[in-house]
């Protein structure tokens, strides 16, 4: 992990919510977080459970940086994605697990009923179920539901070991991706069609999470799917802890170029755009109708909300500290218009050189000496950057955009957060979606 402040976007996130820890500590406790996964023998070869393990790893591997091991290794084959059958072991050393065995104060994870867990992590249908009990599932999961079970559970692991919550392991979490609110789900969470053509804009914290999400879904063939990467940043250091896909190879390079490789190893085909989308920006006639958005520019939101797609999905993260675990989507065209979904903020004083009105512990490292005031700057204009966060959101946009193709109906608003499952709130739009163009899966 680099030395750079500026780029730790961890240690920034503790400073910010523990206010009483310097940065040393801030470290220490990185640096010594783990997790360790037990996963039931009796749900290994089940999709929902690969597909959990395979998120907590991927983010855990980013929040945790003493690492993410696991009880024991599956000897059983991948049964997630498209790619050709290989041991689901090799699938989570791939993805950032740890082979030697875990520290004894590794916070545990258990997917399943069975070990001795801190939480216990579960996809009944379309639910994603996580709490201090084992809990029985009343129907098959899915991909998605699992990889929302994977990412809330991260969180939980997270806040309870790292930022010290004292509830968090306590409180059952349940969430459902068909119906966000509440509402009962369809019986049957089997994924039968899946997007085909997607206009996937912004490649940072979202749309990486949105990428890894596509390639773990049960398509038959992924040379049908067609993804079009639009993206004008380049991969900085400031990147590699909370962007799910960014190595440190990418550091320097185009992001759309970057993701394209990764998705074309998946066998998905690409269109790269490194072009801003502007008010004047449209999808051309052969180009992708549905999009999903993954940027923190408001103007950029509004430009591509506005664009004339044919469904667009929006999902937006919480900017401070204190917003780190909320996630909000907004679907076009709705009953909103993009300004009622993101109105103008009255004017207020930018951060900048003379007014760094900083919390107290960035304050204190410009006095120390350990960071300049530009750097200081930096942080306090720098979003909060969270992948479990990012791939919960991910999960639920994709989720919804499933929902669409089935039933040409989704969520045009879709409130929730990872800390307290019944604050999630839904609105269903209220006009037929147009046709999605989706390809089957297995």
């Not at 990412?151 to 306590?170: E, G, K, M, Q, Y």
């Not at 979490?173 to 085909?196: F, I, K, M, V």
């Not at 490292?365 to 960071?371: C, F, K, M, S």
């Amino acid at each position: 992990m680099t030395s750079n402040i500026e780029a730790d976007r961890g240690s920034q996130l503790l400073l910010a919510v523990l206010p009483d820890m310097d940065l040393q500590g801030a470290r220490m406790a990185l640096d010594r977080a783990s997790l360790e996964i037990i996963i039931d023998d009796d749900v290994e070869q089940s999709a929902w459970a690969q597909a959990c393990a395979i998120a907590i790893v991927a983010c855990g591997s980013k929040m945790f940086r003493r690492g993410v091991f696991l009880s024991r290794q599956p000897e059983c084959e991948t049964v997630v994605g498209n790619g050709l059958p290989r041991l689901f072991k090799r699938a989570l050393l791939e993805a950032g697990c740890r082979k030697e065995p875990a520290p004894a104060h590794a916070f545990r994870i258990c997917i399943g009923t069975k070990g001795a867990g801190h939480i216990y992590v579960s996809a009944s249908g379309w639910k994603a179920i996580v709490g201090p009990k084992p809990v029985a599932r009343t129907s098959p999961g899915n991909e998605l539901s699992g990889i929302f079970a994977g990412a809330a559970s991260t969180a939980i692991a997270f806040r309870a070991s790292v930022l010290s919550d004292p509830i968090a392991a306590r409180r059952v979490l349940e969430y459902d991706l068909w119906q966000p609110q509440g509402q009962s789900s369809p019986a049957s969470a089997e994924l039968r069609n899946l997007p085909a053509d997607l206009w996937l804009l912004g490649m940072g914290n979202l749309g990486q999470a949105t990428l890894f999400t596509l390639g773990l879904l049960p398509y038959r063939d992924t040379s049908q799917v067609r993804l079009l990467l639009n993206d004008p940043d380049i991969c900085g250091w400031e990147n590699l802890g909370v962007q799910l896909l960014t190595q440190p190879n990418w550091i320097g390079r185009t992001k759309v170029r970057c993701a394209a490789d990764w998705a074309e190893r998946v066998g998905f085909r690409t269109i790269l755009t490194e072009r801003k989308f502007l008010a004047t920006s449209r999808p051309d006639q052969d180009e992708p109708r549905v999009a999903l958005v993954g940027v923190d520019n408001l103007n950029a939101r509004r430009f591509a909300a506005s664009a004339e797609f044919d469904l667009l999905i929006d999902a937006g993260l919480g900017s401070t500290a204190n917003e780190a675990f909320d996630v909000r989507l907004h679907a076009f065209p709705g009953s909103r218009m993009p300004l009622d979904a993101w109105p103008e903020a009255e004017p207020s004083e930018r951060v900048g050189e003379g007014n760094v009105v900083k919390r107290g512990n960035i304050q204190s490292l410009v006095q120390a000496g350990v960071l300049d005031e530009c750097g200081a700057i930096t942080i306090e204009n720098q979003p909060v950057g969270v992948p479990c966060t990012a791939l919960a959101a991910a999960a639920m946009q994709v989720a919804q955009l499933c929902r669409a193709i089935e039933t040409g109906s989704c969520c045009e608003m879709v409130d929730f957060d990872l800390v307290n499952s019944n604050r999630a709130v839904s609105q269903v739009m209220g006009r037929p979606v147009s046709p999605i163009v989706a390809c089957p899966a297995r």
